[in-house]
């Protein structure tokens, strides 16, 4: 298995060097050069398979043999999803109306974005301990990305995490995940920004291949392609618990099953297309609150940002670049690396891009959307509690409003994602007039001390929070090269 931009400039990469990459040179991102098709006979060999299992059957068909073996990667698997609150990783929520939530959020941030960052980080560290190496990992987050990179990589010695957090548009619950962890290879920043603000510098941070090559610099964010792999996971674990797969093998057509994802840089989404193109019969739903590009994108074309970001009650997919449709593009385009080039560089200079007639009818053909108002997730979390006293986030709640507003087929199952636990949004529960008894570890965070540093507004701001990350990224390559402690 080789992997190559969505740009078409690179191509031939082994699965080691994407993990450390993040984007590709060329501005890209990586994807497999083929997708696996999944036989019947596999699925039904998967069908008896827990979670963990699950995640290693899915990695074996990206990671050769010889980079990271069958057996080493059992053991890599299953410590990073040792820690989860639940025995079975994920759980699945049977509601009333046929109301299916697949609980992601048992990991150590209360978040879907553990299950793919633990898996990830134990596949770097394998990596690094062999190599006898090191990697300067950077991060921007809107909320739940950086929280959970930091957990996973706390303490390790061969990397270094800095994360950049929108300061005032994450919940206190998000940015205490980041801010108290004091761990000497962790480095928090607070940027007046919004989190489509800080990949900028960022962005132009991977860009410097000096800086890259010299620092060991890499993504945690759904950038990078370990990732999206893990994510694959989540849709073909729902299916084969939803879609009544068993019942419908001697009628020969696999059932469809319908998933909808709450959505913002659509990493989820992109996952749920590959495992569509892996040969699951799956109608994705990408479900948005009002920051609501991908939404405007499948039902008109209109590939635009809107001039600000909105500060909505589900503020992790406060998004307006959603960049893993790149991936989403590039598939539907055939791998036309040169055409995906064209959109995406016009995008990025422009933040505007209209799909030509063809391409935005191969979109909507492959992909369902909805945007969802602050009333409108409040509303659902009132409803979903009121006939099943059961608590959504208000992520959870963008998905499942599309459950209590459109008409569905009664033949097709459906399974919605649960992205993040209630617990980490508890002045929305409030608002929506509910309650929610969070777990011990989040209410003892209030009393642990923090650490971070300001990135402030300014005229030339993207310059100057790149000049400030640059210079933290030095300063700490240079005390660890003299074996010593940064914050001593």
Same mark, same amino acid.
């Given at each position: 298995?080789?992997?190559?931009?969505?740009?078409?400039?690179?191509?031939?990469?082994?699965?080691?060097?994407?993990?450390?990459?993040?984007?590709?040179?060329?501005?890209?991102?990586?994807?497999?050069?083929?997708?696996?098709?999944?036989?019947?006979?596999?699925?039904?060999?998967?069908?008896?398979?827990?979670?963990?299992?699950?995640?290693?059957?899915?990695?074996?068909?990206?990671?050769?043999?010889?980079?990271?073996?069958?057996? &080493?990667?059992?053991?890599?698997?299953?410590?990073?999803?040792?820690?989860?609150?639940?025995?079975?990783?994920?759980?699945?929520?049977?509601?009333?109306?046929?109301?299916?939530?697949?609980?992601? +959020?048992?990991?150590?941030?209360?978040?879907?974005?553990?299950?793919?960052?633990?898996?990830? !980080?134990?596949?770097?560290?394998?990596?690094?301990?062999?190599?006898?190496?090191?990697? $300067?990992?950077?991060?921007?987050?809107?909320? =739940?990305?950086?929280?959970?990179?930091?957990?996973?990589?706390?303490?390790?010695?061969?990397?270094?995490?800095?994360?950049?957090?929108?300061?005032?548009?994450?919940?206190?619950?998000?940015?205490?995940?980041? $801010?108290?962890?004091?761990?000497?290879?962790?480095?928090?920043?607070?940027?007046?920004?919004?989190?489509?603000?800080? =990949?900028?510098?960022?962005?132009?941070?991977?860009?410097?291949?000096?800086?890259?090559?010299?620092?060991?610099?890499?993504?945690?964010?759904?950038?990078?392609?370990?990732?999206?792999? !893990?994510?694959?996971?989540? +849709?073909?674990?729902?299916?084969?618990?939803?879609?009544?797969?068993?019942?419908? &093998?001697? &009628?020969?057509?696999?059932?469809?099953?319908?998933?909808?994802?709450?959505?913002?840089?659509?990493?989820?989404?992109?996952?749920? +297309?590959?495992?569509?193109?892996?040969?699951?019969?799956?109608?994705?739903?990408?479900?948005?609150?009002?920051?609501?590009?991908?939404?405007? $994108?499948?039902?008109?074309?209109?590939?635009?940002?809107?001039?600000?970001? $909105?500060?909505?009650?589900?503020?992790?997919?406060?998004?307006?670049?959603?960049?893993?449709?790149?991936?989403?593009?590039?598939?539907?385009?055939?791998?036309?690396?040169?055409?995906?080039?064209?959109?995406?560089?016009?995008?990025?200079?422009?933040?505007?891009?209209?799909?030509?007639?063809?391409?935005?009818?191969?979109?909507?053909?492959?992909?369902?959307?909805?945007?969802?108002?602050?009333?409108?997730?409040?509303?659902?979390?009132?409803?979903?509690?009121?006939?099943?006293?059961?608590?959504?986030?208000?992520?959870?709640?963008?998905?499942?409003?599309?459950?209590?507003?459109?008409?569905?087929?009664?033949?097709?199952?459906?399974?919605?994602?649960?992205?993040?636990?209630?617990?980490?949004?508890?002045?929305?529960? &409030?608002?929506?007039?509910?309650?929610?008894?969070?777990?011990?570890? !989040?209410?003892?965070?209030?009393?642990?001390?923090?650490?971070?540093?300001?990135?402030?507004?300014?005229?030339?701001?993207?310059?100057?929070?790149?000049?400030?990350?640059?210079?933290?990224?030095?300063?700490?390559?240079?005390?660890?090269?003299?074996?010593?402690?940064?914050?001593?």
């Amino acid at each position: 298995m080789l992997y190559c931009s969505t740009r078409g400039g690179v191509s031939g990469w082994n699965f080691r060097d994407v993990l450390f990459s993040g984007f590709a040179p060329d501005g890209g991102m990586f994807m497999p050069e083929s997708v696996p098709v999944l036989s019947l006979e596999t699925l039904r060999s998967w069908r008896g398979l827990n979670y963990s299992q699950l995640v290693v059957e899915v990695a074996t068909l990206f990671i050769p043999h010889q980079l990271i073996p069958r057996e &080493e990667l059992q053991v890599l698997v299953g410590e990073a999803l040792s820690g989860f609150s639940v025995p079975e990783v994920v759980r699945i929520a049977r509601l009333k109306g046929g109301l299916s939530v697949l609980e992601l +959020f048992h990991g150590e941030t209360l978040a879907f974005k553990d299950l793919a960052m633990t898996c990830t !980080v134990r596949f770097l560290n394998h990596f690094l301990q062999k190599e006898n190496c090191r990697a $300067t990992v950077v991060v921007g987050t809107s909320g =739940d990305t950086g929280g959970s990179a930091i957990q996973s990589a706390k303490g390790l010695s061969g990397v270094d995490v800095v994360v950049v957090y929108p300061r005032g548009r994450i919940t206190p619950v998000q940015e205490k995940h980041m $801010t108290t962890c004091l761990e000497d290879n962790v480095h928090v920043f607070a940027a007046d920004g919004s989190s489509d603000d800080i =990949d900028q510098p960022i962005r132009r941070l991977f860009a410097d291949q000096d800086l890259v090559k010299s620092h060991g610099l890499m993504s945690l964010n759904s950038v990078n392609w370990s990732r999206v792999m !893990v994510q694959l996971t989540h +849709f073909i674990y729902a299916y084969l618990q939803l879609s009544g797969m068993q019942q419908a &093998e001697t &009628e020969g057509d696999l059932p469809e099953l319908e998933v909808v994802v709450p959505t913002g840089g659509a990493g989820n989404i992109a996952a749920g +297309f590959i495992v569509k193109q892996m040969g699951l019969p799956l109608k994705l739903v990408a479900m948005v609150n009002s920051n609501d590009i991908v939404h405007r $994108t499948v039902s008109s074309g209109d590939f635009s940002m809107a001039a600000n970001v $909105t500060q909505t009650l589900a503020p992790a997919i406060d998004i307006q670049d959603p960049y893993n449709m790149e991936r989403v593009f590039w598939l539907l385009l055939g791998k036309n690396g040169a055409a995906v080039k064209k959109m995406m560089e016009e995008f990025q200079q422009t933040h505007r891009h209209s799909l030509p007639t063809n391409q935005h009818k191969l979109l909507s053909q492959v992909l369902s959307t909805g945007s969802v108002c602050d009333d409108g997730i409040l509303d659902t979390m009132k409803r979903c509690w009121e006939e099943n006293q059961y608590v959504l986030c208000p992520h959870t709640a963008v998905a499942v409003w599309h459950h209590y507003n459109f008409a569905h087929d009664p033949k097709i199952s459906r399974c919605y994602i649960a992205t993040a636990s209630p617990a980490k949004f508890k002045a929305v529960v &409030e608002k929506a007039g509910l309650t929610f008894n969070p777990p011990e570890a !989040v209410l003892a965070l209030d009393k642990l001390p923090t650490r971070f540093q300001n990135l402030e507004w300014s005229q030339n701001w993207c310059k100057d929070w790149e000049d400030r990350l640059r210079e933290q990224i030095q300063s700490v390559s240079l005390v660890r090269k003299n074996n010593g402690a940064y914050y001593s």
